[in-house]
């Protein structure tokens, strides 16, 4: 696509429940990454993909976070048993490659569990 | 572990001026510097990339430098207009094949 898609762009979920976020980055991107953004803070690394595999989770604050990608595209983050301390923007970027490409970022999920 | 620091937090200024928007990191082994725009509520919109063995990039009247010995790199913005006002932030790659660290920005605005 002609840019980085990411759905829903807004989520309100209760305490506890389940919720998926989706990232459709640029096609050809190889590399594919997930940040999380608190208001007045820089977003935060969560994790990042070079194809289908995950080069670098030590982001991910716990294992209620899962992310896949299962074709080399696109990619879901996952949070089980959400807590309310998990609201905040969820961020997808891409780059041609892991080696110091430009990333582009998309308007990003805007999570917020009550 | 690298950090990233922005200073100023915020800025006002007239429009029309020229202005400096500060970087500084711990790790002066770095692979690439990356400037972004972020207005409320958006995306991160990439502005400059500027490799570890570059010293500076241009765009337009954007000019973004990079000192890596002593961990500084400077965002300077030419001629402010009003629809310069957002937040830019500063990100820092470690090596190839990382991903970026973030400041937590400075929040620019340009009044009329």
């Known amino acids: 696509g002609a840019g980085v898609s990411q759905t829903p762009s807004n989520k309100v979920t209760e305490k506890g429940k389940y919720v998926e976020l989706r990232c459709d980055p640029i096609s050809g991107h190889t590399a594919l990454y997930w940040y999380r953004q608190s208001l007045g803070q820089g977003p935060e690394f969560l994790i990042y993909f070079q194809g289908t595999g995950a080069a670098d989770d030590s982001g991910l604050p716990n294992d209620r976070f899962f992310a896949v990608r299962p074709e080399g595209s696109v990619s879901t983050l996952k949070i089980q048993r959400t807590e309310r301390g998990d609201s905040a923007v969820y961020l997808c970027?891409?780059?041609?490659?892991?080696?110091?490409?430009?990333?582009?970022f998309g308007e990003g999920s805007r999570l917020t569990v009550l | 572990k690298q950090e990233v620091t922005q200073i100023p937090a915020a800025l006002s200024v007239p429009e029309g001026e020229n202005l400096v928007l500060n970087c500084s990191f711990t790790d002066s082994a770095i692979y690439n510097l990356q400037w972004f725009r972020q207005d409320p509520g958006k995306g991160l919109t990439s502005l400059l990339l500027?490799?570890?063995?570059?010293r500076e990039q241009t765009s337009g009247r954007l000019n973004a430098s990079l000192d890596k010995s002593s961990g500084r790199s400077t965002l300077y913005i030419a001629a402010s207009q009003p629809g310069d006002s957002a937040t830019y932030l500063c990100?820092?790659?470690?090596?190839?094949?990382?991903?970026?660290?973030f400041g937590k920005g400075t929040t620019l605005s340009v009044s009329s």
């Open positions: 500027i490799q570890s063995s570059q």
């Open positions: 990100a820092v790659g470690g090596q190839a094949g990382t991903a970026l660290i």
């Open positions: 970027a891409s780059s041609l490659s892991l080696a110091g490409g430009e990333l582009f």
